[in-house]
């Protein structure tokens, strides 16, 4: 057991002998439990340098290696789900080293990457989809190859699993899932006659018997059946697997997570058995770390150790507690939610698994009847808000943009169709930092920009913040307030809540030949870009319904239009503004920044923005590119109409 994170890297010779599961597997059994200290040490020491994810990775020592150990990876394929859990499995597959560069720009991503390594059969950010890419894998491979989804507890909530774990058993196709269970409430099913009986369910010698016997009872009527059904009563009284059995899987569980001897036993066991197979395995997240162990949530990720310990300070305005800092967006949604459940008996908090993340903990602990945690399960957690409307309430749904991507026909079908009062409250808009691709919000100002109904605003700073999610909750019908992962730009947030002008923007500065359009939280570098310029700025706030009549009396007095956004270009703020122009016949040159038609991969958000040209070097730059352009044409700059 740890109580402490390594500062320096440690002694680890076991470890640092395999560069490939080929060496692992050369190792002697007993040699394995040693591997798991050295392997939980090291990895306690890289987080440490690097931050990133590790609680879920800790849990899953003694799993990585026992499924390095009895399968044949990379030829059999095994998919993690979700992938934070794959520091441990990253590090025995040839990328121990790197993995001080783990989540920064160019390094390793925290997430399985099939361009990373052989051993990355699958990306996976999201969760939920293992079982059913492992499916795939196994319907397209020779029989010999081996498919394993290993799938956190929390993973199995999303309907998506229950989908394939159906479509797997229809098959028939051999495949394991390794059901993953880190919740601490069943850790008491291990041990006693559970454990026993698991041992025996995945034994050959059982197993050969109930193949047996299937061969012998099937030519006697209704027999098989009748001793099927007996065994998986007896298995119901003592295991949680008689859903599993119904579904067509051979259920085998709850196993000891952190007992090397048994995973190894039952994994050896399994490989060789035909169809689909679940092994069930109770863990502890955080295992081998004391303060994880006591708090698996709070230590879920770990920042980077400083070489000095940093002064806990308020994180909020107005708070007690030592020197005020910034606030999250996700706190100032948080604070926002409360306010108004205190005002409105109406207001329902819907969040998909995020509490935490979305800043729900204060409104679940002060209002609890009016608090739903869906779990993983982002489609109902929508259609779940429009049934509320239906019936007068007042839902607000808090969702990262990445994941509401996975509820999009259900905004499309359950509440912008039928135009009801929902309230989308999406945070981790725009570029997420380390954490990548699959958890940025690149896209939602695009895929909700084209659904009749809904009202959008970006808000540019905190304050801009809390007001427009009053407004949007105002708004009679389905609204969304898209705001960014971490901190704004400091301005003091009013507690006073004020309905703001639906589809009205504001001016921030006012310059000369250029009109810069800001939509959300690019303001600031585009107002340092404006003082270089001489460029007008005026924050958009909505990008649906657009400020026409400010469009119009820019485009009557300027040269250039210039849109940002932190969405892709691609359908995005920007391209509304010029489907407007269009439709009202206005000739002007309109140049369009934000992300470009590419996947941006992890980093710094700071030097992300600053690669892609939206820190104020970049829009200064890249709008005197465009004047050069213009004025190398001969344009005028006269804005006409047709």
Not at 194 to 210: C, G, H, P
Not at 388 to 403: D, N
Not at 436 to 441: E, N, V
Not at 508 to 531: D, H, K, W, Y
């Amino acid at each position: 057991m740890f109580d402490e994170i390594p500062r320096t890297r440690p002694q680890t010779p076991l470890l640092d002998a395999i560069d490939e599961p080929a060496q692992l597997r050369a190792l002697d059994e007993r040699q394995l439990p040693e591997l798991a200290n050295q392997l939980r040490e090291y990895l306690l020491y890289c987080v440490g340098q690097t931050g990133g994810h590790f609680g879920a990775g800790l849990g899953v020592v003694e799993l990585t290696i026992a499924l390095h150990y009895i399968y044949n990876t990379p030829e059999d394929r095994l998919v993690w789900d979700v992938g934070h859990q794959t520091y441990p499995h990253k590090i025995l597959t040839g990328r121990r080293e790197q993995m001080l560069t783990m989540r920064q720009q160019g390094g390793l991503s925290g997430f399985p990457k099939r361009s990373e390594s052989p051993y990355d059969t699958f990306g996976v950010g999201h969760s939920s989809t293992s079982i059913s890419a492992a499916l795939g894998m196994a319907l397209g491979s020779p029989d010999e190859r081996k498919a394993v989804a290993v799938i956190g507890d929390g993973a199995m909530t999303a309907g998506m699993a229950f989908e394939a774990l159906n479509h797997a058993a229809h098959t028939g196709r051999d495949m394991l899932v390794v059901l993953n269970d880190n919740r601490m409430s069943i850790s008491k099913n291990v041990g006693g006659l559970a454990t026993y009986f698991a041992k025996i369910l995945a034994s050959k010698t059982y197993l050969s018997m109930r193949e047996g016997s299937r061969k012998i009872l099937s030519k006697i009527p209704k027999a098989w059946q009748l001793a099927r059904r007996t065994e998986e009563h007896v298995k119901g009284m003592i295991t949680p697997g008689t859903l599993f059995e119904e579904l067509g899987f051979n259920y085998v569980g709850p196993v000891d997570g952190h007992n090397m001897h048994d995973l190894v036993h039952t994994l050896r066991n399994l490989r060789a058995q035909r169809g689909p197979q679940l092994l069930h395995i109770v863990t502890t997240k955080g295992k081998g770390f004391g303060p994880a162990e006591e708090d698996p949530v709070g230590y879920h990720a770990l920042n980077k150790l400083e070489p000095e310990p940093k002064v806990q300070v308020a994180s909020y305005p107005g708070e007690k507690g030592g020197e005020k800092k910034k606030p999250k967006y996700q706190d100032i949604f948080g604070r926002w939610l409360c306010d108004m459940a205190e005002r409105d008996q109406r207001l329902i908090g819907i969040t998909p698994a995020m509490c935490e993340g979305s800043g729900m903990v204060e409104f679940a602990e002060r209002f609890p009847e009016r608090f739903q945690d869906v779990a993983i399960a982002e489609q109902h957690a929508v259609t779940l808000a429009a049934g509320l409307a239906c019936e007068g309430q007042k839902p607000v749904v808090a969702i990262y943009s990445t994941f509401l991507q996975r509820g999009y026909d259900q905004l499309v079908h359950d509440v912008a169709i039928q135009d009801l009062d929902v309230t989308f409250a999406i945070d981790r808009a725009g570029l997420v930092g380390e954490d990548g691709p699959t958890h940025a919000g690149s896209f939602d100002l695009t895929y909700m920009r084209c659904l009749p109904n809904m009202a959008i605003a970006a808000p540019s700073d905190e304050n801009e913040c809390r007001q427009l999610l009053y407004t949007a909750y105002q708004y009679q019908g389905p609204a969304a307030v898209r705001y960014p992962r971490g901190t704004g730009p400091g301005v003091e947030i009013r507690e006073e809540m004020t309905e703001l002008p639906l589809g009205k923007g504001r001016m921030m500065r006012e310059g000369s030949q250029v009109a810069i359009l800001n939509f959300g939280t690019l303001l600031t570098p585009a107002l340092a870009a404006a003082e270089k310029l001489d460029a007008t700025v005026v924050d958009m706030r909505w990008v649906k319904p657009l400020d026409e009549k400010l469009i119009d009396e820019l485009a009557a007095n300027h040269q250039l239009l210039v849109t940002i956004e932190e969405n892709t270009v691609a359908g995005g703020a920007g391209s509304a503004v010029m489907e407007y122009l269009n439709s009202n016949g206005t000739l002007i040159p309109l140049l369009q920044l934000g992300l470009p038609d590419k996947i941006i991969e992890h980093g710094k958000h700071k030097d992300l923005l600053a690669a892609i040209g939206l820190d104020p070097g970049g829009i200064e730059e890249q709008i005197r590119r465009r004047l050069q352009l213009l004025h190398g044409k001969g344009f005028k700059g006269q804005a006409a109409a047709i």
